[in-house]
């Protein structure tokens, strides 16, 4: 494909949400369309797909050290089943809550605040010496994992074309299970040894890949689009630019 260079008619929001171009020129969408799978779209699905993982991960992780804070803690079965679903009930409300944020403040900054906010607060419930502190740190930890899977799918279907979405998304839920599997197995081996804490101190190491989404991925230029964001728009699809050298922007 030939390359070309292309100008933003920068036109109002309500116009055509940041969609239209002089003359000669091509669609966010269009960019996107035309482009075949580059590396910048296999790091945005590594990314995703390990943040997929991570989640069900964090998820999960209750379950294989419940039996340990039930020895530790002498706590009766209600109590048992408040700690259990505590994470279930905060991502209800993450789920909600992340939402609008991203849209407010981009697709970025949702996938990495929720990342960084799950993985830490999961390393603080480490640290935690009664049954009422693991309860308030279980849910606050769920409104992050639970922002982070509509966030997550839609930054990867903001970025990826229509021809590979399908298939990459499907990518994305094959993690889920995988992340279930790691807890597993990270329980099996060391829970005996080091005691249940050391679930949760692996549940913070996520939080290392948030200097990656920050420093390598670009905005989703379909929100960035939407926003009317002309210069950060050109940066964030000359990543791809650069790659393949299909399109100056």
């Keep these: 494909m030939s390359t070309g260079n292309f100008q933003f008619a920068e036109t109002s929001a309500s116009g055509s949400s940041g969609a239209a171009f002089k003359q000669g020129a091509i669609t966010v969408d269009g960019v996107i369309e035309s482009l ?7 790091f945005i699905v590594i990314i995703a797909a390990l943040g997929f993982m991570f989640d069900s991960f964090d998820t999960y992780v209750v379950s294989y050290a419940m039996p340990s804070i039930i020895k530790e803690w002498n706590i009766s079965p209600v109590m048992n089943g408040l700690l259990s679903s505590a994470g279930i ?4 409300l993450g789920a909600i809550l992340w939402g609008p944020i991203t849209d407010r403040f981009g697709r970025k900054v949702g996938l990495a605040g929720t990342i960084l906010g799950f993985s830490l607060l999961t390393g603080l419930t480490a640290l935690t010496t009664n049954a009422y502190q693991f309860l308030v740190s279980r849910f606050v930890t769920g409104m992050f994992l639970g922002g982070m899977i509509p966030v997550d799918t839609a930054l990867t279907s903001e970025y990826i074309s229509t021809k590979y979405r399908g298939r990459f998304t499907s990518v994305l839920t094959v993690f889920w299970p995988v992340g279930m599997l790691v807890a597993a197995l990270i329980s099996l081996n060391f829970v005996t040894v080091y005691g249940w804490r050391v679930l949760f101190v692996v549940g913070a190491l996520p939080a290392l890949i948030t200097a990656l989404i920050f420093s390598k991925m670009p905005e989703s ?16 699809c000359n990543c791809w630019a650069r790659e393949r050298r299909i399109y100056t922007i």
């Design 36 to 42: 075949p799978l580059t590396g910048v779209h296999v």
């Design 89 to 92: 009930w905060g991502m209800f």
């Design 221 to 236: 230029p379909r929100w960035l689009a939407a926003m009317v964001e002309w210069k950060k728009l050109k940066v964030s």
